[in-house]
């Protein structure tokens, strides 16, 4: 029994004609849900749906009304629609944004197949620096902010793996923009120095053995 992927599912889905919606007319978007229990906890069962975003779908306009009054809450209901069926829901939104940023258009297609032929040439890259022990060509990658973050999150383990006390400056002093990014930098760090020996001066920072009583660059003592 084949499986289809996520991607071989959007790519038939983007083949189908769009569904219009029951109660406006207008041609749905195709929409990815967030990835949370809904409902009854199963999930939504799909990894795609159709959903109506027209502000001025009869069942958004009325359903703010139709949702404070009967339970209380600043909320409405727009329309969707199961991929490949006629089966048209609803589901609950809060403003006028809910749920635009999950809508896939072309350009958020292309962007995803970017991004995902950017990540198998950087693992590619990975692969090969790894084996040449090409540290610095992996420290490289990992200060790429160009770069996809699961490439940049190898890279940074990788660097910890086989990374010279050299790139312990850059590590630290680069600025990642990211907490992932940067725990995974320090964690490098970490492993360098383990695997090296060495600690950094608390008074001056400079890299000394870890053994050293007294800090070679500034003299000063140390607590052992």
Aim: charge should be negative; include cysteine.
């Amino acid at each position: 029994m084949t499986i289809e992927t996520k991607e071989q599912y959007l790519e038939r889905l983007l083949a189908e004609k769009k569904p219009r919606c029951p109660a406006c007319g207008q041609e749905m978007e195709i929409w990815e849900p967030p990835i949370l229990n809904f409902s009854d906890g199963l999930g939504w069962g799909t990894p795609y749906l159709f959903v109506c975003f027209n502000n001025n779908c009869p069942t958004y306009t009325q359903g703010w009304a139709y949702m404070q009054e009967t339970f209380g809450h600043k909320a409405s209901y727009r329309n969707m629609c199961y991929p490949f069926t006629e089966q048209f829901e609803t589901m609950p939104v809060f403003s006028d944004q809910g749920g635009l940023a999950q809508v896939v258009t072309e350009e958020t297609v292309a962007e995803q197949d970017r991004i995902r032929e950017a990540t198998k040439r950087g693992f590619s890259l990975l692969a090969e620096f790894y084996t040449t022990k090409s540290w610095y060509e992996v420290l490289t990658l990992l200060l790429d902010a160009t770069e996809p973050a699961k490439v940049r999150l190898k890279a940074a383990e990788m660097v910890g793996d086989i990374g010279d006390l050299e790139a312990i400056e850059p590590l630290r002093s680069y600025n990642f923009g990211n907490a992932i990014l940067n725990e995974a930098a320090q964690k490098a760090v970490a492993k360098i120095h383990e695997r090296h020996f060495t600690l950094e001066c608390p008074y001056c920072a400079e890299i000394i053995k870890k053994r050293a009583k007294v800090c070679k660059h500034c003299g000063k003592e140390l607590s052992t």
